[in-house]
């Protein structure tokens, strides 16, 4: 996902190296916005901002009416090529589309969305505003084109912890939390969303707020995180900027990576952080 910085550059942190694009792809609807989807459920039109990959806009195509009883499921984000995996998913998932809500990926800015007030019944935004300069403003363009729904979930990398402890890892987060906030994100995005909602004037009395632990904790999944983010600190846009912005050496980078393969494969490595959603009914009265 790729949101721009507030001089309209493309900032996003994890950039789009096959490594951060396969670990997006690989997440569901059904995990990664549970809390939404008993409203996606009674909507039918909805607005994925930042989808990336596509996997959880597709996967919410499910619980939409059909697109001859008006259903529309769109996807936006800034990289034309991100889009394109997606829409090469959605012809590899849905090659019969019917029965299936009308279904678009288009590419656009999450600050001027490209829509007119009220276009869809839900606005969803996954892992997007930690990486904005202004979530307080993309969450009222969020809210501008919805009818009814606002639903987004953020981590907070405070929250990150692991055993057996490692220093590669200390110093990993350090250094991450240092390349975000230079690019004018705030990494713990999670524990500020119900501020910013009030900031962008949401409505109080139709919020509903979770705080849900994410675990690596069964067989492989500890390995395979492990995996990933030593790819992202290997040969990603992350470990560019890292360097680039002064927060680390190269010898840093491959030591960071050296350290999350290590911590990976011990057969007792266990990592959890905490996720945030919320959900916004502008219907709902103070």
Not at 4 to 16: E, F, R
Not at 54 to 71: E, H, M, N, Q, V
Not at 194 to 221: F, H, I, M, N
Request: with cysteine.
């Amino acid at each position: 996902r790729a949101p721009p910085t507030a001089q309209g550059l493309q900032a996003y942190t994890h950039g789009h190296a096959q490594a951060v694009v396969a670990h997006h792809a690989k997440r569901t609807a059904e995990e990664f916005a549970r809390r939404a989807l008993p409203y996606v459920q009674q909507s039918g039109t909805v607005l994925d901002v930042g989808c990336g990959p596509g996997s959880i806009t597709l996967g919410f195509a499910k619980y939409l009416p059909c697109a001859d009883r008006g259903g529309r499921l769109v996807g936006v984000d800034l990289s034309a090529d991100v889009l394109e995996v997606a829409r090469q998913a959605q012809r590899a998932q849905f090659a019969d589309s019917s029965g299936l809500p009308q279904i678009d990926f288009v590419e656009a800015d999450v600050r001027r969305l490209p829509f007119a007030d009220k276009s869809f019944d839900l606005v969803h935004a996954h892992q997007v505003l930690q990486h904005v300069a202004d979530p307080v403003g993309v969450l009222r363009e969020m809210a501008r084109v919805s009818r009814r729904f606002v639903c987004v979930r953020e981590v907070d990398f405070g929250s990150w912890r692991w055993s057996p402890e490692s220093a590669g890892l200390d110093r990993w987060l350090e250094v991450y939390t240092k390349v975000c906030r230079g690019n004018g994100g705030e990494p713990h995005a999670g524990k500020h969303l119900r501020r910013w909602a009030q900031a962008a004037g949401l409505p109080r009395g139709g919020e509903q707020t979770w705080a849900d632990v994410v675990s690596y904790a069964a067989p492989g999944e500890a390995h395979t995180l492990a995996e990933t983010w030593a790819e992202r600190m290997s040969a990603t846009k992350l470990a560019e900027q890292a360097v680039g912005q002064g927060h680390c050496s190269h010898e840093d980078v491959a030591d960071i990576a050296a350290a999350w393969r290590a911590w990976g494969a011990q057969e007792d490595a266990l990592l959890y952080y905490v996720d945030v959603s919320m959900v916004v009914d502008k219907e709902a009265s103070e």
